[in-house]
């Protein structure tokens, strides 16, 4: 959520303790009064309570709206806020139903921790039943009666994991909707009827499919973040006419595709597959707008397919297991190249063209000889070199040899230049 001024930022100030425990404590009364009736922006996060805009009104005038760490279930109660540009729900049990990673179902003292109120089933209203209760169980009915009485709607509903995104299709002016790190296991067909939405992020929850999202109807996507999720499958992205960045670092794909029939997605300028299964470059000859390219941490043993990926600026390939470098004489406005980590690298060759290339990172590679960095000089743009890690950086005198060789750097291995040039005795360069 952005920062705004004093002025138009309404903020919850009730007076909860730091110490509040969400655990002991698993609902609470929002005061209504806290909150003005013509605000715009309204920070709740960090205020644990079930049910949006239960206790509490939500203006019709609101913007935006963070629920960071509320350990909402659903969304809901939202059908007035015709004017949401932004909605945060981070780290919420968004999506939760009653399954464990396991898959198997929780038990009955994991439900009265995790979840006070019974979420198995169809949405349905709260009973009252307090028959065969414990006495702590009694006093968290009662807590919830308290928020009922308060409530502007008639009764508080409760979700399974189907239901959580059913309160969105009314926010039609929505931009905005970040549900990092939730409980979310699959995408629903509600999203798609978000026409104004341009930023998606759906980080850190447990998703194995995307076939849902329908570029067709999402037609100002601009933004999509699925990291660290449980996908296999890339889908066809052609039809996002809008999209610019897409993340889908920390998955499970196996193969690049649904970039290769071109379109709209064209307009793709950063595409970030990091942390997944990636044995092969392979379809992306159509994204000649692409300006970062992020696949470290796969299982490439080559670089091919970048031909046509002449405005490429930055290309991450750390952590792979490449063993030569080739297939980048057509990248000459490529400003940053990362080939860290890939052990077997021994040489600095096929970078000839990279005329503008400004850092390069080479650390914990095979580099032995002084000789392959006289390479470098060749460069005027280059700032910045990390090769520490390589065997030539167990030298004592390896970063002045370093900097005698290449006297344009700025920094060597993060270590900036003009400190080293502060601390060597006058008229020769050794480090102290």
Not at 10 to 15: E, K, L
Not at 152 to 161: K, L, R, W
Not at 182 to 210: A, G, M, V, W
Not at 311 to 336: A, P, R, W, Y
Request: charged share 25%; aromatic share 6%; with cysteine.
């Amino acid at each position: 959520m952005n920062t705004h001024s004093p002025q138009a930022f309404a903020q919850y100030t009730g007076s909860i303790p730091s110490s509040y425990s969400t655990q002991s404590h698993p609902k609470i009364s929002i005061p209504s009064s806290q909150i003005p009736q013509n605000c715009t922006h309204l920070n709740l996060s960090h205020h644990p309570h079930e049910y949006i805009g239960v206790s509490y009104p939500l203006p019709e005038t609101l913007r935006d709206i963070d629920f960071t760490n509320c350990r909402l279930k659903g969304i809901c109660n939202m059908e007035g806020l015709q004017n949401l540009e932004e909605l945060t729900l981070r780290k919420n049990a968004i999506g939760w139903n009653g399954v464990d990673d396991e898959g198997e179902e929780t038990s009955s003292e994991d439900q009265d921790t995790q979840a006070p109120e019974d979420t198995k089933g169809r949405m349905q209203t709260v009973s009252g039943e307090e028959s065969n209760r414990t006495e702590e169980q009694q006093e968290e009915q009662q807590i919830t009666n308290a928020n009922q009485e308060e409530s502007t709607s008639s009764s508080v509903i409760q979700y399974n994991g189907d239901d959580w995104a059913k309160g969105l299709t009314s926010l039609q002016k929505l931009k905005i909707l970040d549900l990092y790190d939730n409980e979310i296991d699959f995408i629903p067909t509600e999203l798609n009827e978000l026409k104004s939405l341009e930023k998606l992020d759906l980080s850190f929850n447990k998703i194995r499919s995307i076939k849902p999202l329908d570029g067709r109807k999402l037609v100002n996507l601009r933004q999509l973040y699925l990291v660290n999720n449980k996908i296999k499958k890339m889908i066809d992205f052609s039809h996002f006419q809008k999209m610019h960045l897409l993340e889908m670092g920390a998955n499970r794909i196996r193969e690049i595709r649904g970039l290769e029939n071109g379109g709209p997605c064209e307009t793709l300028t950063e595409l970030w597959l990091g942390k997944n299964k990636i044995a092969d470059i392979s379809g992306l000859h159509k994204l000649k707008n692409l300006k970062t390219l992020s696949l470290q941490s796969n299982r490439l043993t080559k670089i091919s397919g970048l031909e046509n990926l002449r405005n490429l600026e930055q290309l991450l390939l750390s952590e792979n297991d490449i063993e030569e470098v080739t297939g980048l004489d057509n990248l000459t406005k490529l400003k940053l190249l990362d080939l860290s980590y890939n052990k077997r690298l021994s040489t600095i060759h096929g970078i000839d063209n990279l005329s503008n290339l400004e850092e390069l990172w080479f650390s914990a590679n095979s580099i032995q000889d002084y000789d392959e960095l006289k390479k470098l000089t060749a460069y005027p743009k280059l700032n910045d070199v990390y090769l520490q890690g390589n065997p030539l950086s167990r030298d004592p005198q390896y970063r002045r040899k370093v900097l005698l060789m290449i006297p344009n750097l700025e920094n060597i291995d993060g270590f900036p230049v003009a400190l080293m040039k502060e601390r060597v005795l006058p008229g020769r360069m050794q480090m102290m």
